[in-house]
Every structure is written in C-alpha cells, then in structure tokens.
C-alpha cells in the first residue's frame, strides 16, 4: 500500500442526453463508481459524471418535443441523477455543459487558442453525422452514410473556426510510442496509432448553421464536441482554482466508450498541449453492451429500461454481473437469462447460502453471539488470505474486475468448503466446543473480509450484510485498518438471521 500516491482523479464521458438513459450509460457509471469507492479506500478520490447538452441533436429533440433545448436538458438531467441514484453511484460532482462554470471557461479556452495561434478561420465543406455529431471525410463513409451509426450524413459548407490538429500528429505518435499503456485496451491502441500514421486534418471547432452551444464572439457556436471535452478541466477549476486543478489533473483513469476513444486519445490530448496542459494517464475505452451481436442504444432501437431491471434482479447484483461477466475492455452480450444465471449461482448460491449457513448456525449453537476462537482460529486461511486486500485493489484499479471479483470468490469458496470439512453440527453434537467456537468465528471474520472487499461493487448488500453480522457501524471503508490482518473481528457481536441477501430469481420464461 502506498498511502502518499497522488489524489485520484476518474471520469465517465458525459452523456449526451437527446434522449432518456439505457443501461449502456449506467455501465460506464457503474465501473466508474467501483474505480473510485476503490481509490478512496486508501487516497483522496474524485469522480466526475455528468451531462452534455449542446449541439444539433439535442436542439433537434428539442424542437421536436416542442421545447427550447433548455427546457428539454432541464427536464431530462434529473432522469440521470435518478438513474445513478437507482445503482448506488456515489460520484462527486456531475457537471452539466449548459452551468456557467462551465460556459465561461470553454469561452476561455477558445480565447487562449485564438492567442496561440491553434485556431484559424477557414471555410468548412463535406459531410457532418448529426446523430455523432462528427465531422466525415468522403474517403470514410459507407454506401455514402455515416461510418459509426449508418445514418445519412449531412452536406455542411460553412465559415468555421479550425484547430490546427494536423500541427500536434508527431507529438502525439511520439506520445503514443513513449507510453504505449496510456490507451487501453491494446486493439484501441492499435486503431488510433494507424489512424495517426495516416496523418491528421485539421479540425473545425465552430458551427454556424445553428445556435445551441457556446457562442463564439463575431458569431457561431463552439463544436460540441470541444465543449464537451473540456468538461474534465472546467469541474475542476482549471484557469480558475489552480491548487485545485493540480490535486487533481492529469486524470488517472478517463472511461469512454470505444466509439469516442479517437475524440479522447487524438483530439483531447492535442487540445490540452495546446493549453500547456498534460494528457490524462489513461484512457480506458470499453466495449459494449450488445444484444443479438448489435451495440444496445436508444439509436438502434433495443434499448432497455434500467430502471425496471434494478427493480427485477436488484441494482447491486446488476453491478456485479456488469463487471463479473466478460472481462473490462470487450463486448459482451446481454441477456436476461445470463443475469437471472450469473445471479442464481454467484449470488444466492455461493454467497448468500454462505451467509445463511453461518448466521443459522450461530442462532442455533450461540444464540447469534459471535463467539471467542481463543486463538483456534484457522491459522492456514488466515495465511492464505492475507494479501487479498491487496490484490483486489491492484486488480480493480487495473480494472481487471473479474479478476477481483475472482480473487474474492477464492474466499467465498473456501468458507463454504470450511463448513463442509469441519462439521460445525457433528462439534456441537460432540460438545467440542473450542473447536465449534473457532469455526464459526471463521466464518463471521471471512464474511466481514468479504463484505469489506465487495463493497465497491455491491454498496447496499454488502452493508446490509455487515448488519447481519452484528458489527457497528458503517462499513470501515479504510482498508488499510480494516484488513490489516485475520483476527479483526471482535467476539461478541449479536448477529442477526434475516431474510436472503440475494433471493433467487426465476429465469426469465421463453415465449
Ligand atoms: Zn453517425
């Protein structure tokens, strides 16, 4: 453990919100919100979300509601808020594109890059997605259509402002070749250094064929996308608050889809040299969530309802089956059946039986106390077990999840073996009494070890099983105390028997 490790700085892309959320949003939030409940366990933590609510498409939702996009963004922000809310996401600031903290400093920015020379006018022509909101070269459509979503593409021929892009492609593929961790996973990497070893265009910053975004002096309004990078800086006080900024840029781990990595890893990094700002640590960009091989998204019509989803199978045992289920970084296929599954023999199997098995036992043979071991306790778990801590926390802010969660189930399996080799029942009935005292206590202190080292991923269950365990008190979120070694646990606690953490769950029935 290194307790003098720079504050840590997370965050999610800003949802663009032209429409309601889908569980594709709460995903990137979720591991977002395991990174930093993770991070916070042994140095400072700040994780940032929020919203991005300019640009073409969210004016053209609006108007087709019959709203000013105002009136559209504010109606639709708290839909967000409750969303992150119904999965127990605990983030520390959530930023909205239309705050003036936000405005004014995106308004600065492009006063700085006029000043430096980044940006020139000149006159824009070629094809523009609305529904990405990028700009295509002609050599990159598809049948003549948008190469990201398959939509039609728009003819712009307009007066804009240009970032000189193409000026940073060397250092850029210097940076690329210097810090070949810096994109992950390894196929991104790959796709945005051909991307740079074909050259860059310059970019178009400005748009004037409408008027929702940052408006520019002498008219038009800031890219959206622009706008919405600079999120990242303006949440925390860059050009404004300067020990603030420092604590906490460069950010150590920036999430995006992968769909978004090229605006993240060429575009952003560029703009910040620009400002005399570093690029952030590390750009994640995670695959998704499909549904018969397609990308699940309001755009392709199969979206689904992620409130009614916590409400069926619980937000926490979604969170966990969100991470446990493919590893970080690659698509995977979303089911019904595979969560009902995953939910059934992780959950209440493994885990919940666990903890029934141990709180009924300590009801029938010790009145629910947690009992004394005096020492017997099992001195070959408690060395095996000793550096899990530590490898958990590695492999989440690796964002190896299921490894973690991998490495915890070690334990969930070898309580559950514990009770089947040592027969607590047949020691009662033999009046062992030691031995029974020391098995139990066992079980209550791999429970509270693992009601620890879950938490991030599982908030609500895993303190309602430190409930259930009779320990005071939240759950200690210091690890470094909490798990300095086997044994923690005080004796004495009155624990109580209650309903299952994880009722089963029928499989869903096929039509
Ligand atoms: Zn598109």
Redesign the pocket.
Known sequence: MKPMERPYYVTTPIYYISGSPHIGHAYTTIVADVLARTARTFRPTFFLTGTDEHGQKVANAAAAAGKTPQEWCDELVPRWKELFAAYHVRYDDFIRTTEPRHVEKVRRVFERLQMSGDVYLGKYEGWY?V??E?FWLESKLVDGR?P????E?QWISEDDWFFRLSAYRDRLREHFLAHPQWVQPRSVYNEMMSILNEGLDDLSISRTSFDWGVPIDGGGVIYVWLDALLNYITAIGWSEDDARFKTWWPAQTQLVGKEIARFHTIIWPAILWALGESAPDLVFAHGWITVDGQKMGKSVGNAVDPFALAQRFGADSLRYFLLREAPFGSDFSYSEEKIAQRHNSDLANDLGNLLQRTLSMLQRYRDGIVPDPAGGSDAELARRFAPLPMVVRDRILDLRFREALEGVWELVTALNRAIDERKPWTLHKEGRTGELNAVLYDLCEGLRWIAILLHPFMPERMSEMWQQLGIPGEIDEDWSSSLRAWGGLLPIGQTALAAPLFPRVELPTLA
Do not use: A, I
């Open positions: 997605c529904n990405d990028t948008c990201t979503c398959g939509r593409v």
